[in-house]
């Protein structure tokens, strides 16, 4: 059984920056795409980064893009999100996800495991 699990998240001033890290266990993590979504109260869960199996691709929502930085350590199963000059609308709970295919990686449906989530607020 695959169980993702996210860790890093906080509270941080606009313009700071936060790493948050997850952890992959239970099936061979390179055999995953994994990607990054948030929430925030009263909204939709949205698409935030994906990075292929082997890192070589990734994929940014343009709300995030030349301020987040997705990777992953496939020898340590894990996949970190790297976001800076963060800003109060960024504040959501964070959830990183595998699949198999990254045909439809904007979609949460398309993502077979998930984890519990971590909290990022950010102050203005």
């Known amino acids: 059984q695959v169980q993702l699990v996210e860790s890093g998240g906080g509270l941080v001033q606009a313009g700071g920056s936060l790493s948050l890290s997850c952890a992959f266990s239970g099936r061979t993590f390179s055999m995953y795409h994994m990607g990054w979504f948030r929430q925030a109260p009263g909204k939709e869960r949205e698409f935030v980064s994906a990075?292929?199996?082997?890192?070589?691709?990734?994929y940014y929502a343009d709300s995030v893009k030349d301020r987040f930085i997705i990777s992953r350590d496939n020898a340590k199963n894990t996949v970190h999100l790297q976001m800076n000059s963060l800003k109060p609308e960024d504040t959501a709970v964070y959830y990183c996800?595998?699949?198999?295919?990254?045909?439809?990686?904007?979609?949460?449906?398309?993502?077979?495991?998930w984890g519990q989530g971590t909290q990022v607020t950010v102050s203005s």
């Open positions: 990075i292929s199996w082997s890192g070589g691709s990734t």
């Open positions: 996800a595998a699949t198999a295919s990254l045909s439809n990686y904007l979609k949460s449906d398309s993502y077979y495991y």
